[in-house]
């Protein structure tokens, strides 16, 4: 199989240098929230602008927009927070890559269009790797293609979380239950323990034959192979709502027919954290609750536990991240993903699209 190929193999003097970066980032009142992603492709700009690039493109995609007109995937916040943290100079932010139908699709008309604006491609949008779009996939066809320096650094640090040692604890979070079967499937097989929160969590107290009340529930029924695996954990008590302000801890045998669960309960958050106290490795994506509408609590518990937790470890996803970055933690124990999806999709299968686009 070929080597993917990287930035210091690339020869970009003089060179127009098209990079697609994952500036998606959260924009509250046309402010970016958190410029983690941003922040983190800066030293490949910096090498490109110290090895002589004529210019630099960068390609991002931001949101979902419908159409041009969605103010969802203006970029001026974008290219306000940029310009914030670098001199612009021969550097052009291109317009968000899915205001043409073509960047999702996938169509090589659209990828033709975009390699037409450089000589050289680096991906160093991790974040965005696991979509096989035309920026993605499609350009890379097109040019000579190389992984930026995120994209090594996310598969340097990623990589220890696809052997881990034994004692290993997993921990995952969200929803879609149907979307990381074969993420959990992997996990089981690798991992002493698997702590699933968040609607994962819901999908095992139904499969066992538990009261989950009116929670969120993946629609696909979990495998029973799976659900009656013993290396697999789900909440044992949770805090439940009613309605508004209805809110109260209940184990979870005891979850009313009219009752949604919205985060980990105070028993199983202080299990959770012992068993990351305890951990020499601990795997983190996804938030315990119903994070984005303020239920952070079992995640702001796990999240300082592992601040203090001398385990190694790998976390990722934006939710997970914010509640970790309000302590302080070891950068040299935890590595920090900024991928969510694709770091799952990492996990789960060694590789992503883009990184298998930069083979050719
Ligand atoms: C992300 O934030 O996970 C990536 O930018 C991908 O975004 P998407 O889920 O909208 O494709």
């Known amino acids: 199989m070929q080597e993917i190929k990287l930035l210091k193999d690339a020869d970009v003097k003089g060179k127009r240098v098209l990079v697609r970066v994952d500036f998606n980032e959260p924009v509250k009142d046309g402010v970016v929230a958190d410029d983690v992603r941003i922040k983190a492709v800066l030293p490949t700009i910096a090498y490109l602008r110290e090895h002589g690039a004529a210019s630099i493109i960068l390609l991002t995609h931001?949101?979902?927009?419908?159409?041009?007109?969605?103010?969802?995937?203006?970029?001026?916040?974008?290219?306000?927070?940029?310009?914030?943290?670098?001199?612009?100079?021969?550097?052009?932010?291109?317009?968000?890559?899915?205001?043409?139908?073509?960047?999702?699709?996938?169509?090589?008309?659209?990828?033709?269009?975009?390699?037409?604006?450089?000589?050289?491609?680096v991906n160093d949008a991790f974040a965005a790797s696991h979509r096989e779009h035309a920026s993605i996939v499609g350009v890379p066809k097109l040019l000579p293609s190389y992984a930026g320096l995120l994209m090594?650094?996310?598969?340097?640090?990623?990589?220890?979380?696809?052997?881990?040692?034994?004692?290993?604890?997993?921990?995952?979070?969200?929803?879609?239950?149907?979307?990381?079967?074969?993420?959990?499937?992997?996990?089981?097989?690798?991992?002493?323990?698997?702590?699933?929160?968040?609607?994962?969590?819901?999908?095992?107290?139904?499969?066992?034959?538990?009261?989950?009340?009116?929670?969120?529930?993946?629609?696909?029924?979990?495998?029973?192979?799976?659900?009656?695996?013993?290396?697999?954990?789900?909440?044992?008590?949770?805090?439940?709502?009613?309605?508004?302000?209805?809110?109260?801890?209940?184990?979870?045998?005891?979850i009313r027919a009219e009752e949604r669960i919205i985060d980990i309960g105070p028993a199983t958050s202080t299990l959770w954290a012992e068993k990351i106290a305890a951990a020499p490795f601990v795997l983190w994506n996804g938030p315990m609750g119903i994070y984005e509408e303020g239920y952070v609590d079992g995640t702001n518990v796990l999240a300082e536990a592992l601040s203090k937790s001398p385990a190694r470890a790998v976390v990722g996803g934006g939710d997970t991240i914010a509640a970790l970055t309000k302590h302080s933690f070891d950068a040299q124990k935890v590595f920090v993903s900024t991928g969510g999806g694709a770091m799952l999709d990492f996990l789960a299968h060694g590789t992503l699209p883009g990184l298998e686009a930069l083979r050719n």
Not at 76 to 87: K, M, N, S
Not at 160 to 167: C, K, S
């Open 62 to 121: 931001l949101a979902r927009p419908t159409s041009p007109q969605d103010p969802s995937g203006d970029l001026t916040p974008i290219r306000t927070a940029l310009g914030a943290l670098i001199d612009m100079q021969g550097i052009e932010l291109h317009e968000n890559l899915r205001f043409n139908p073509g960047e999702e699709s996938n169509d090589p008309e659209f990828a033709k269009e975009l390699a037409a604006l450089g000589d050289v491609y």
């Open 152 to 254: 090594g650094r996310e598969i340097a640090g990623l990589t220890p979380a696809l052997t881990p040692p034994p004692g290993a604890l997993a921990i995952i979070g969200g929803a879609k239950f149907e979307t990381k079967l074969h993420l959990i499937q992997k996990l089981l097989s690798q991992y002493s323990e698997l702590l699933l929160g968040g609607a994962l969590g819901n999908d095992i107290i139904k499969a066992r034959g538990l009261p989950f009340g009116a929670s969120i529930v993946s629609h696909e029924p979990v495998p029973i192979d799976v659900a009656i695996n013993d290396r697999l954990m789900p909440p044992m008590d949770a805090v439940v709502m009613s309605g508004p302000g209805a809110e109260r801890e209940a184990i979870i045998v005891d």
